[in-house]
């Protein structure tokens, strides 16, 4: 039926707008906080944190 179909595409319409300003509002958030000098990287684990020491001790010789 095409009264299903236009209802179907107008709702395609208002979630591509929906995900459109959700994005553009998390870039803003995200240049707001690099501008304000916070750090966006992924938390680092102790894990990373050893093998990193460990990688420093066997170049250092």
Excluded at 9 to 37: D, P, T
Excluded at 48 to 59: A, E, N
Aim: proline letters at 3%; zero cysteines; hydrophobic letters at 40%.
């Amino acid at each position: 039926m095409p009264v299903w179909k236009a209802i179907f595409q107008m709702l395609g319409v208002f979630g591509e707008f929906e995900w459109a300003m959700i994005r553009e509002r998390v870039q803003m958030s995200l240049a707001r906080a690099r501008a304000n000098g916070k750090t966006l990287d992924r938390p680092q684990t102790e894990k990373r944190t050893r093998k990193r020491q460990s990688r420093r001790l066997l170049l250092s010789g």
